[in-house]
């Protein structure tokens, strides 16, 4: 499994077969370079500019928006599970998905723009991810101090920041990454690897980064 960060909470993820699953695209408002992505599937999370550009990927044949069950190509699994863009229940921005995508013997778990701390039911629903893409930038989603919180609820073995201020979009009211770095420190006892890209499988999750910034691929 390869996995590259396109900026913001979209990530591309290509399979052994050359299946490939993007999440969460955005288009050209986000400051982000939009990119010329095809995939195969396209997981959304939530129904904002910046999570919903579907249009602007390439030869897809499936998109998943809609909470549930879902068996892709290669019997690829996706669970869908309905919660909050934010705090109070939805009521400031709505719905989110969190997409829980299973394929070589990996769990790999988007957050989407969470915006709350899992209750119970829903933490054990999640289930221990083997990686773990959740966003730290605040304001419109969870900040960093509630992503190490979900991190140490849930135990994944990876975890991916996203979803924070980069030169791309300076002039959002988000923190950028220097926040959930330095709780990386304190919590964890190690400061995130960067990297331009993860290639990772099943039997070498234990010699991957426990945490690790994905720069952009733009």
Request: negative net charge.
């Amino acid at each position: 499994m390869l996995i590259q960060c396109l900026g913001h909470s979209k990530f591309l993820v290509t399979l052994m077969s050359g299946y490939r699953i993007v999440t969460d695209p955005f288009d050209a408002s986000t400051g982000y370079p939009v990119g010329n992505t095809k995939a195969d599937a396209v997981l959304v999370s939530h129904h904002h500019h910046d999570h919903d550009a579907v249009e602007t990927i390439k030869g897809y044949s499936t998109v998943i928006d809609t909470a549930g069950g879902h068996t892709l190509d290669g019997g690829i699994l996706v669970r869908s599970l309905e919660s909050f863009h934010d705090a109070r229940q939805g009521e400031l921005r709505g719905p989110n998905l969190i997409h829980c995508v299973e394929a070589e013997g990996i769990q790999l778990v988007h957050l989407g723009d969470l915006g709350h701390l899992p209750d119970r039911m829903l933490a054990d629903r999640i289930g221990r991810p083997d990686i773990l893409m959740i966003p730290v930038g605040g304001y419109y989603t969870i900040d960093a101090q509630a992503a190490i919180d979900i991190c140490e609820m849930i135990c994944p073995r990876m975890i991916l920041p996203m979803h924070y201020r980069t030169a791309f979009n300076d002039d959002w009211p988000i923190e950028n990454a220097d926040r959930f770095v330095s709780l990386c420190l304190e919590h964890f006892g190690s400061v995130p690897e960067e990297l331009d890209l993860l290639r990772v499988t099943a039997d070498d999750l234990a010699c991957q980064p426990h945490v690790a910034l994905l720069r952009p691929q733009v």
